[in-house]
């Protein structure tokens, strides 16, 4: 059965930074793409950035660029999303989510966390 | 950037009432569309992808259609389970996007 747990979410002032983590479980890591999808408090969904199963490839939405990095590490089947320089416009659940190919081109979200929560405050 | 507009915002239904929810795109995508469920207090649920594919344990009332710039995703026969927000979402160029949801509520 294919997991996923986000951690590392909680309040950060404006300015801070927080790193993300997603802990995968259930399939084999290394051979899928991985991405990171945020919420706003009841608003929509946002894509955020991406990674390729060789963690070669990333790509990034324009809200975040130069701010946050996506990465990975197979040996611990880990998805992580540093976070830096963090606005009042970030605060959001932070889902991780799988895709269904090692690729990151096209192919769905087939699974998703349960995500976490960022706020940023003073 | 590809802007997906949904309509309606929110729907009030009966259940076994047949629900349509259309996603428009801001210029042609293609097959990568996708849709995905969100119930209240849960992650979202992937339900159809590449616009008519079903997905494995989604009961067969789900169903996709479009091309182009139109997409439109169905449900027939509601059930109170159903009560939820729908989400397209194109993965055809980067950034990706999503459409603004369209929530379902059951009456």
């Known amino acids: 059965e294919v997991q996923l747990l986000e951690s590392g979410g909680g309040l950060v002032q404006p300015g801070g930074s927080l790193r993300l983590s997603c802990a995968a479980s259930?399939?084999?890591?290394?051979?899928?793409?991985m991405t990171w999808v945020r919420q706003a408090p009841g608003k929509g969904l946002e894509w955020v950035s991406v990674?390729?199963?060789?963690?070669?490839?990333?790509y990034y939405a324009d809200s975040v660029k130069g701010r946050f990095t996506i990465s990975r590490d197979s040996s611990k089947n880990t998805l992580y999303l540093q976070m830096n320089s963090l606005r009042a416009e970030d605060t959001a659940v932070y889902y991780c989510a799988k895709k269904d190919s090692i690729a990151v081109a096209g192919t769905p979200f087939d699974y998703w966390g349960q995500g976490t929560l960022v706020t940023v405050s003073s | 950037e590809i802007v997906l507009t949904q309509s309606p915002d929110f729907q009030s239904v009966t259940p076994k009432e047949k629900v349509t929810i259309t996603c428009r795109a801001s210029?042609?995508?293609?097959?990568?569309v996708h849709w995905y469920q969100q119930k209240p207090d849960q992650s979202p649920k992937l339900l159809i992808k590449?616009?008519?594919q079903s997905i494995s344990g989604v009961p067969s009332r789900f169903s996709g259609s479009g091309s182009g710039t139109d997409f439109t995703l169905t449900i027939n026969s509601l059930e109170a389970e159903d009560a939820a927000a729908y989400y397209c979402h194109q993965s055809s160029s980067f950034p990706w996007t999503f459409g603004q949801g369209t929530k379902v509520e059951i009456k």
């Open positions: 259930g399939f084999t890591f290394s051979s899928y793409a």
């Open positions: 210029q042609s995508i293609g097959s990568s």
């Open positions: 990674i390729s199963g060789s963690a070669g490839t990333t």
């Open positions: 590449y616009v008519s």
